[in-house]
């Protein structure tokens, strides 16, 4: 029972462009939404959170938006650098609830 | 240090054999979790402590994994007689306080133990 999908595995982009990574989820009771980046030997670093009353979130270089509607979100970085190159994880916590549910993560490159 | 610190970094156990994994979190915070994280996938949640209480361990597989905080600041993940389907990263996060329907949802994890078993 997947909870949280991240359907793209891996995602190229050129430095200084825009990197999108999406996340697709099904449990309606989800009522935060996390970002979380990870590079090899590291543990997960949070990056970027919204709440699901918001449909957006901004901070410097990240911003994330949520569509509840479609219970899609996704994590926009413009411009994107070679040092954003990691695993991206996109994680949720259901209400009322402690755990965060985890996707299987994108693999990010940017190439300069 | 500031963050969450995990030993060993790395174990190699031959399966039946016992391991003990710790986590040290963030001082001051009041939420500790574990998670396991397969190659490829993401970290799944196994337990979860509020201070010295085990609040949820639904997410443990077995009854041969067991988690305890005994005194609400450092934790410890045992696994008896360890099978090669327990080879995973396992994952120790922190956080300040988690409140339901308000902040403190954020949680900061530690560099994980990697666990073979052969």
């Known amino acids: ?112 | 240090g500031a963050g969450v610190s995990q030993s060993p970094r790395y174990k190699v156990a031959k399966r039946g054999q016992d391991v003990a994994l710790r986590c040290d979190p963030i001082s001051g915070h009041v939420s500790l979790f574990w998670y396991q994280q397969a190659l490829g996938q993401g970290p799944e949640f196994l337990t979860y402590f509020q201070n010295e209480a085990q609040l949820d361990k639904s997410g443990l597989p077995s009854d041969r994994f067991f988690a305890e905080r005994p005194e609400g600041s450092v934790s410890t993940l045992k696994i008896q007689r360890t099978q090669q389907e327990d080879s995973a990263v396992y994952l120790c996060a922190s956080s300040l306080v988690v409140v339901p329907g308000q902040g403190g949802h954020e949680q900061y994890f530690g560099p994980g133990t990697r666990l073979t078993v052969t």
Not at chain 1, 30 to 57: H, M, Q, R, V
């Open chain 1, 1 to 112: 029972d997947q909870q949280v999908k991240q359907n793209s595995p891996s995602l190229s982009v050129q430095e200084g462009r825009i990197s999108i990574l999406n996340c697709d989820y099904t449990n309606s009771m989800f009522d935060y939404f996390l970002w979380y980046k990870k590079y090899p030997a590291e543990g997960p670093t949070f990056l970027i959170s919204i709440s699901s009353i918001k449909d957006k979130n901004e901070d410097g270089r990240f911003t994330v938006f949520l569509n509840k509607s479609a219970k899609h979100l996704s994590l926009h970085i413009v411009p994107s650098q070679p040092g954003d190159s990691a695993v991206y994880f996109c994680a949720a916590r259901k209400e009322y609830g402690n755990k965060l549910v985890f996707g299987a993560g994108t693999i990010l490159r940017v190439k300069s």
